[in-house]
DNA sequence: TAAGAATATGTCAAATTCGACATATGCGCA
DNA sequence: TGCGCATATGTCGAATTTGACATATTCTTA
């Protein structure tokens, strides 16, 4: 695993005790990760492009704001559920949903 | 919402009450139980296409029979984490994933 | 049709994720 | 600099999802 996906992951609420343990991730975790920076990152352009505070965002989904940032970071304690529950609420369409996970920035997949 | 689409969800473990109550879905909701079942029906061909049994997947994601049972026919205890997870155990990519959700068979997105 | 294998359904205590709250950090701008 | 607003982080009891088990149903195939 490169280092720039690392920094990537550690920035995004992944904490990473060692080098060593971090490498133990195993493909399917990464993909599992990487899947879910996707959709949280859809999730911050969609509500930005709303022009909503992530309380705003909080309120129409009936959660708090604190949660908001966790699904948008990535946070190990929210789910997928959450994070497509809250895409759909922002009116982001099932295709659009599966074009935010199958674009991937990295290389291969 | 259709007849035909409602018969698909009974028959996928959604328990609808009343005609009236199952009508009273949001186009939320009913997205979110369409990009499950899709999800539900990809998990479904990749075991089968790998000539596993439910209990075989099962052991492989440290699960029982019953709850991958119940992600294939998209039951509502189950989320979306566990069923893209086993997935992703089966070795389907996020790129496919991404297309099983995007691929819808209706007519609209 | 009978028997065995695979799949489906219902329930429960344990584990995970939830919203809420407190509080910290960042980010303009007066 | 300091103030106000937005976002991030840590923690907790409540709510949801979990694997496991029992059991029912469906599918093969002899």
Known sequence: MKAAKRKQLEASGWK??????????TDEEAAYIELKLNLAKRLK??????????????VRIDSSQSRVAKMETGDPSVSL????????????SNNDIGKAITNNNSKAA
Chains 1, 2 share one sequence.
């Open 45 to 58: 352009e969609a509500r930005t492009k709303r022009r909503l505070t992530q309380k705003d965002l909080a």
């Open 16 to 25: 990473v005790g060692s080098a060593a343990e971090f490498l133990e991730l």
């Open 81 to 92: 559920d959450l994070l497509i529950k809250s895409l759909l609420a922002l009116g982001v």
